[in-house]
């Protein structure tokens, strides 16, 4: 069992920059993939990014490449994702997941795929 508490959201002006947090509690926390999802109101929750349990793959929706960061630390069980250059249509409520994914070097990137969701943190940008 893998519990998930999401920080970091706010309101920020567009052009700006957030982190977000994913903190994980379990011991195998490692041998998770972990994504982060957002969905806006009225929207079906859409893929933003993930990372495999290593780090060493990550994948990215087109809408935040170049501008999003998906990161770990595997020692501190946290997950992150780092927004820069944010823009109105990003707000929504973003998400962190989790899936076992036995040390295979992959992330799911549907989210019927991830087990474990948070509860979720706001983010709102401001044009």
């Not at 859409?46 to 935040?64: L, P, Q, R």
Request: net charge neutral.
């Amino acid at each position: 069992q893998v519990q998930l508490v999401e920080s970091g959201g706010g309101l920020v002006q567009a052009g700006g920059s957030l982190r977000l947090s994913c903190a994980a509690s379990g011991r195998t926390f490692s041998s998770y993939a972990m994504g982060w999802f957002r969905q806006a109101p009225g929207k079906e929750r859409e893929f933003v990014a993930a990372i495999s349990w290593s780090g060493g793959s990550t994948y990215y929706a087109d809408s935040v490449k170049g501008r999003f960061t998906i990161s770990r630390d595997n020692a501190k069980n946290t997950v992150y994702l780092q927004m820069n250059s944010l823009k109105p249509e990003d707000t929504a409520v973003y998400y962190c997941a989790a899936i076992s994914t036995y040390y295979s070097d992959y992330a799911p990137v549907s989210a019927p795929e991830y087990d474990y969701w948070g509860q979720g943190t706001q983010v709102t940008v401001s044009s």
